[in-house]
């Protein structure tokens, strides 16, 4: 297929947004599509710098990056909050420029938007009336009211994006338009599905918004030593963010009965650092949790494998990239039961715990981290179906099967789509 792919943030160096640009355009062209990948001028050394690594490489010929500048004032602006929304739209509007000329040209078969992952930013490529894909995206979660005393600033991070949110599906009727001319949005939870829905969406389908490469995964389920007459070891993995959790997760563990062994390290730094330390204290946890700050790559792989149980209890995410990470390290999950957990999360490879009341949430926190610990075999079920789960969901695997769907619904002919995923990448 030919196929248009628009990226905003695209960059081979960098994970998220930028990372899953990148691997999107590259992944659709080692499966031997024509791509034309739009994005802007930010991660254009890097790009340059791996194309050039990978030029041996045929998918190397397939894959054409097109940089899309704006204007310097708007660029300017791009520092302050709702710069970036201006940014974003003027970029999408110089992106469907470029794109008309060179569908023309190249008459694709399909459009794919992928970045950014927010059904709310849109995309202007609907007016080429191409077979649109739309997603995977997220945007519909909002974080719980209940749990509101662990975001200090729900204000300015909750209530404000929420209403800007609102502002953008009421009033840029590109929100509508895109997706009510897509062939098929991906969702990156039951939240945004919905949404999606009800602003008139034909064809809604949850996917997984992230993947991670072939060589992030180790060659076997990695197994832990036996934890009679140890402690358990937790790890929390992320930025120290508000929605994060932390606080959360740190009232839990302070519940937990004496009789549980147990230490906590935190890897990751951000606003809500200088926070921390009193919320160890208040927990009472001084010597049952450890703060490393930012890690390099390399230890942050080590903690992983030397960890019994991953806990992240996000407040609001799409889809947190570090359960799919600790998944493919065989580490079982204990989070909350909502947004992209839910969805994304086996039911066997973790425990999910429904969002109440904070008391109530954080004391089943610590009823679930006691369980595990009374049952240490149930530690490693869990640990073995998250590493069977997270090694379905490796790029060169992810984006073939949601290409393969994305095919199938815009109708292009089933020979110009490759066939089942190979076995060495599902």
């Given at each position: 297929m030919?196929?248009?792919?628009?990226?905003?943030?695209?960059?081979?160096?960098h994970?998220?947004?930028?990372?899953?640009?990148?691997?999107?355009?590259?992944?659709m062209?080692?499966?031997?599509?024509?791509?034309?990948?739009?994005?802007?001028?930010?991660?254009?050394a890097?790009?340059?710098?791996e194309?050039?690594?990978?030029?041996?490489?045929?998918?190397?010929?397939?894959?054409?990056?097109m940089?899309?500048?704006?204007?310097?004032?708007?660029?300017?602006?791009?520092r302050?909050?709702?710069?970036?929304?201006?940014?974003?739209?003027?970029?999408?509007?110089?992106?469907?420029?470029?794109?008309?000329?060179?569908?023309?040209?190249?008459?694709?078969?399909?459009v794919?938007?992928?970045?950014?992952?927010?059904?709310?930013?849109?995309?202007?490529?609907?007016?080429?009336?191409?077979?649109?894909?739309?997603?995977?995206?997220?945007?519909?979660?909002q974080?719980?009211?209940?749990?509101?005393?662990?975001?200090?600033?729900?204000?300015?991070?909750?209530?404000?994006?929420?209403?800007?949110?609102?502002?953008?599906?009421?009033?840029?009727?590109?929100?509508?338009?895109?997706?009510?001319?897509?062939?098929?949005?991906?969702?990156?939870?039951?939240?945004t599905?919905?949404?999606?829905?009800?602003?008139?969406?034909?064809?809604?389908?949850?996917?997984?918004?992230?993947?991670?490469p072939?060589?992030?995964?180790?060659?076997?389920y990695?197994?832990?030593?036996p934890?009679a007459?140890?402690?358990?070891?937790?790890?929390w993995?992320?930025?120290?963010?508000?929605?994060?959790?932390?606080?959360l997760?740190?009232?839990a563990?302070?519940?937990?009965?004496?009789?549980?062994?147990?230490?906590?390290?935190?890897?990751?730094?951000?606003?809500?650092?200088?926070?921390?330390?009193?919320?160890?204290?208040?927990?009472?946890?001084?010597d049952?949790?450890?703060?490393?700050?930012?890690?390099?790559?390399?230890?942050v792989?080590?903690?992983?494998?030397?960890?019994?149980?991953?806990?992240?209890?996000?407040?609001?995410d799409?889809?947190?990239?570090?359960?799919l990470?600790?998944?493919?390290?065989?580490?079982?999950?204990?989070?909350?039961?909502?947004?992209?957990?839910?969805?994304?999360?086996?039911?066997?490879?973790?425990?999910?715990?429904?969002?109440?009341?904070?008391?109530?949430?954080?004391?089943?926190l610590?009823?679930?981290?006691?369980?595990?610990?009374?049952?240490?075999?149930e530690?490693?079920r869990?640990?073995?179906?998250?590493?069977?789960?997270?090694?379905?969901?490796?790029?060169?695997?992810?984006?073939?099967?949601?290409?393969?769907?994305?095919?199938?619904?815009?109708?292009?002919?089933?020979?110009?789509?490759?066939?089942p995923?190979?076995?060495?990448?599902?």
């Amino acid at each position: 297929m030919k196929i248009l792919l628009s990226a905003y943030a695209c960059d081979p160096t960098h994970g998220g947004e930028g990372g899953n640009g990148f691997n999107w355009a590259w992944e659709m062209a080692n499966l031997g599509h024509e791509v034309w990948c739009l994005t802007t001028p930010w991660g254009k050394a890097a790009i340059e710098a791996e194309m050039h690594v990978r030029a041996a490489n045929p998918a190397a010929q397939r894959l054409h990056f097109m940089f899309v500048a704006v204007p310097g004032w708007v660029e300017f602006l791009y520092r302050w909050q709702f710069g970036v929304y201006l940014h974003y739209m003027v970029w999408q509007y110089r992106a469907w420029r470029l794109a008309r000329p060179l569908d023309q040209r190249v008459c694709f078969d399909l459009v794919h938007h992928v970045t950014f992952g927010s059904l709310q930013f849109a995309s202007w490529l609907w007016r080429l009336g191409r077979p649109l894909i739309f997603g995977p995206v997220g945007g519909g979660q909002q974080a719980p009211k209940l749990l509101r005393r662990y975001l200090p600033d729900w204000f300015k991070t909750e209530t404000l994006r929420n209403l800007v949110s609102w502002l953008l599906v009421t009033f840029d009727p590109n929100v509508r338009q895109t997706l009510r001319h897509a062939a098929l949005v991906f969702a990156a939870n039951r939240e945004t599905a919905q949404l999606a829905w009800e602003l008139g969406a034909r064809h809604v389908e949850l996917a997984m918004s992230t993947a991670l490469p072939l060589s992030f995964f180790p060659p076997e389920y990695p197994v832990r030593a036996p934890l009679a007459g140890r402690e358990l070891r937790i790890l929390w993995l992320a930025r120290l963010f508000p929605r994060k959790g932390l606080h959360l997760v740190l009232e839990a563990l302070g519940q937990v009965h004496p009789r549980v062994q147990f230490h906590l390290n935190i890897y990751g730094d951000g606003p809500v650092a200088p926070l921390l330390p009193g919320w160890i204290e208040a927990a009472g946890l001084q010597d049952r949790v450890t703060w490393h700050g930012n890690a390099p790559y390399a230890t942050v792989r080590s903690a992983f494998l030397a960890h019994d149980l991953f806990m992240l209890c996000s407040l609001r995410d799409s889809y947190a990239a570090q359960y799919l990470e600790s998944m493919a390290m065989g580490l079982p999950i204990l989070t909350l039961d909502h947004h992209g957990a839910t969805d994304f999360i086996p039911n066997d490879a973790g425990l999910k715990v429904p969002v109440q009341s904070p008391e109530a949430t954080a004391a089943a926190l610590a009823r679930a981290v006691e369980h595990l610990y009374d049952h240490p075999d149930e530690l490693e079920r869990r640990g073995r179906a998250s590493f069977a789960f997270a090694r379905e969901q490796s790029w060169p695997a992810l984006v073939a099967r949601l290409l393969l769907r994305a095919a199938d619904a815009a109708h292009v002919l089933s020979d110009l789509v490759p066939g089942p995923v190979p076995a060495e990448v599902a």
